[in-house]
């Protein structure tokens, strides 16, 4: 006869198994899931981020477009109207650093930022202006703009500094 002692450890073993065998088969579920979700999120991530960049790209292609229309309207009046204006010069083209500091541009105004470029001497102001300097190209990027004006706006942001 068998033992009644063997028949209930076999039973308990064999329950064992079973058990480890199914929670070997949810880890590896589990497992599954969530390199599923993960490589879902990175894929998502990865969309999102290309999606921004070309969103950046286009404003940026915008902005450059609105700005040169812009100068170029500016630099028709100024034409035709016989004098430069270094306000309109300046709104046009120049607010778009000065008026955050964008680089380590002075923020019109900023009489302490602009103190040691105006010891300088105008002259030196209008040749950074004209030719470039640090983080700033020649004529704040616009190469359409005329020497007078590119100086009537260094003449108008001095003004705003003293």
Request: proline share 4%.
């Amino acid at each position: 006869m068998p033992n009644p002692m063997t028949a209930m450890t076999d039973a308990a073993k064999a329950a064992g198994d079973a058990v480890a065998q199914a929670a070997d088969s949810t880890t590896q579920a589990v497992g599954d899931a969530a390199k599923a979700v993960g490589d879902t999120a990175t894929k998502a991530a990865d969309a999102t981020t290309q999606a921004v960049g070309d969103a950046a790209q286009a404003v940026g292609d915008t902005a450059a477009k609105a700005a040169d229309a812009t100068t170029e309207a500016a630099a028709g009046a100024v034409a035709a109207a016989g004098a430069v204006d270094g306000e309109k010069v300046y709104k046009g083209l120049c607010f778009s650093c000065h008026d955050m500091g964008i680089a380590g541009s002075p923020k019109l105004g900023d009489k302490a930022a602009w103190a040691p470029r105006i010891a300088t001497g105008m002259d030196a102001l209008y040749t950074s202006s004209l030719n470039g300097k640090g983080a700033m190209p020649a004529k704040g990027g616009n190469p359409a703009l005329a020497d007078a004006e590119v100086k009537a706006a260094v003449d108008w942001m001095v003004a705003q500094a003293k």
